[in-house]
């Protein structure tokens, strides 16, 4: 699989929404009663966000790379030169992130 372009490493997928929702699922179905364990309901609160953030973010990549795809296949587009072909490869390098990024690798 080719290297992000942006020099990060690629990892696994994380399912940041479906971790939120576990864990909020957790705390409301935790024998902890509130008055006894604020500060556990707060530190679950607090990773459940991180979480449903990070999906957002993840989300928000994703979709700034499908525009990169669009808008890059858009000046490829009636060209035959050298530059047309980078653009071109550019663009299923994204196919593949934007793929891998919706888990459907």
Not at 25 to 38: K, N, Q, Y
């Amino acid at each position: 699989m080719p290297a992000p372009m942006d020099g990060g490493i690629m990892t696994e997928r994380i399912d940041h929404a479906a971790l939120a929702l576990r864990v909020m699922e957790a705390d409301r179905d935790s024998a902890l009663g509130w008055e006894a364990a604020d500060a556990q309901h707060l530190a679950n609160l607090a990773e459940a966000q991180l979480h449903a953030t990070l999906a957002l973010v993840e989300q928000q990549r994703i979709a700034n790379r499908q525009t990169e795809r669009a808008a890059l296949r858009a000046r490829a587009d009636g060209r035959s030169d050298l530059a047309a072909a980078g653009m071109e490869a550019q663009a299923t390098i994204l196919d593949l992130q934007i793929r891998e990024g919706l888990g459907l690798t």
